[in-house]
């Protein structure tokens, strides 16, 4: 796997946007999203959706232009129509007025509908919490889980992201799907041919499988049972309720090149979380006698932040194939609207 | 175990603690709190706890008057010192304001430190849904629960309730303890001289154990592994930061009759909930062919709903010594208070 340094695949990737017609500024913010995630070791969030996203800019799926139309339904509370903007572009101006409204009144939220794919959810709640305000974020995306019991998938990924500030260098910053797994770490295991633990996914008719090539028809397990799948459905429900999405099966678009993205995005900002204590706390915890098989105690998103520090100065790891369609796009011809414009 | 009709249960129950020296209407909404789980079946956080509240009563370790103090920091953000009030009086007294707030401003929070145990989460956002809006309630505990890879209880069992209105009869309300299972289960099965599965807990030493008597002595596993942990800890620091709460094991006083409770409670209210698309999608999950070994695909709450409406017409059960003890505090002489005032 080719490593590229970090500015190199930063520079390509922001042209090879540009070349789709995305503004520069726009193509800044969506590929410095996709890169934090491949920095922290999130391919499946990183530049692998470069692609795709060309494709649904060259189907007119998306607008690369637009920032949402932002609606104030009360002093604390932001209703935005994406317009099928992309979705860091959207996210962004939607936070920059919670952020600021936060500020004002102590708590914000906005409710997206209408926007593409949000990315890593961290990737957001840690700038805001690198700010000194507290976030919870909350997405949902296509149905691929299936309900506790059920056969088939009916809920999406539905990740949430808590970020708050600790006093230390860096904000505590947590970021997880309501899924066992992503479908993209079940994709790895088919790649490479190896059978998937028996608790991940069900097959295309709802049974149990270890067949990875089965499961990516079929439907991933929720996370801790019952108690994943409540969560899951909550912020199915949730996120519906406050932005207008779509639920379950009607979901579309963050993976496809053929449909309108529908799903929705949650971020509520808390202005003045105090950090006394906490960081003691979490040195308790980072000091804590691991458990046999276990090295160490982490604390979430740690691990991934000294990958991306790393890999800062070294490079990054990107697929073969990933990186040479990035180059071969950032070379393409320039697009019509960009010869006439 | 006595089957006790629900109007009686209640009655003796708010005798018991009026003799203790609760105000009548203070007394009413925590037996209602309690009475509302054992109707549910999760007697755990029921009149079980009647006999700890009382002990603490009588230590002086609660103003059973108290509302607490209610300070806005921001249009949409109230922080609440319980000033050791019971836990849904206080709750009950921000909910008042953060409700009719967020009629106003589309959000509104209340974070609170210094009341006792909050209970039943799914108390307080059905409540809320049933109004309208939709509800995102947190509480932490006295640490019970084990960081992922940690051997020792760190954590509270930090449950989270959400509940959203959905155009049906009864709104959707999910709450669940970040925790694998609850102390209380723990407990059931050492009375009942059975093993716990594998995976629940540690003992003392922090090694896996299928004793329950060990078990008790040690930490409950976070349910989910590591994904189940980040959220347990997440909420652990998002409710600290955002209402003064102690963390860890600085956490006491929900459960022992000696210590001033310093745990932490953050609701978070947003109104206008949209309803469109909910009930269908929900009907959608309840018709869903089950997997092998279910007999249904369950809508989290449901469950305990049609056991409240049984147990409402036909009776609670109520353990035995639990029964005998609240209707012994209920026959009880008068406090000095009572006396005197």
């Known amino acids: 796997m080719p490593i590229v340094a970090e500015s190199e695949a930063r520079q390509t990737a922001e042209r ?42 060259a189907a007119g799926l998306i607008d690369p232009k637009a920032t949402g139309t932002q609606e104030w339904r009360g002093s604390s509370y932001l209703l935005v129509d994406g317009e099928n903007g992309l979705g860091p572009v959207v996210a962004n101006a939607a936070l920059d007025a919670v952020t600021a409204r936060a500020r004002e009144t102590g708590i914000a939220l ?65 970021d997880t799907a309501t899924s066992r797994v992503s479908m993209g770490e079940i994709h ?6 190896e059978a998937i633990p028996p608790d991940w996914a069900l097959d295309a008719r709802g049974d149990p499988t270890t067949d990875p ?6 439907a991933i ?15 199915e429900l ?18 496809d090149a053929v449909h309108p993205c529908n799903k929705g ?9 105090k950090t006394a204590g906490l960081s003691a706390y979490l040195e308790l915890i980072r ?35 990933v990186w040479q369609r990035i180059q071969h796009l950032a070379q393409g011809a320039p697009t019509a609207e960009q010869v006439t414009s």
């Not at 691929?144 to 088939?152: E, F, I, K, N, Y």
């Open 16 to 57: 090879a946007l540009v070349r789709a017609g995305v503004p520069a500024e726009n193509a800044r913010l969506q590929v410095d999203l996709w890169l934090d995630a491949d920095l922290r070791g999130v391919p499946s969030h990183g530049l692998l959706r470069l692609d795709r996203l060309a494709e649904r800019l």
């Open 110 to 174: 906005a409710a997206i509908r209408n926007s593409q794919h949000l990315g890593m959810l961290a990737w957001y709640t840690e700038r805001i919490a690198r700010d000194g305000q507290a976030a919870i974020v909350l997405s949902t995306s296509e149905a691929l889980v299936h309900p506790w019991g059920g056969r088939h998938a009916m809920l999406g990924t539905n990740p949430i992201s808590i970020a708050v500030p600790t006093g230390e260098a860096d904000p505590f910053v947590m």
């Open 188 to 193: 790895d295991y088919a790649n490479r041919g």
């Open 213 to 218: 090539q089965a499961a990516k028809a079929g």
């Open 221 to 235: 397990a929720p996370f801790g049972d019952a108690k994943g799948y409540a969560l899951g459905l909550a912020f």
């Open 238 to 255: 949730l996120v519906s309720a406050l932005s207008g999405a779509a639920l379950g099966t009607d979901v579309h678009g963050t993976l």
């Open 265 to 273: 995005d949650v971020f509520i900002v808390i202005d003045g979380p």
């Open 287 to 321: 000091a804590a006698v691991p458990a046999s098989g276990f090295d160490r105690v982490l604390v979430p998103g740690e691990r991934g932040r000294a990958k991306r520090a790393e890999r800062m100065a070294s490079g990054v790891p990107i697929a073969d194939a």
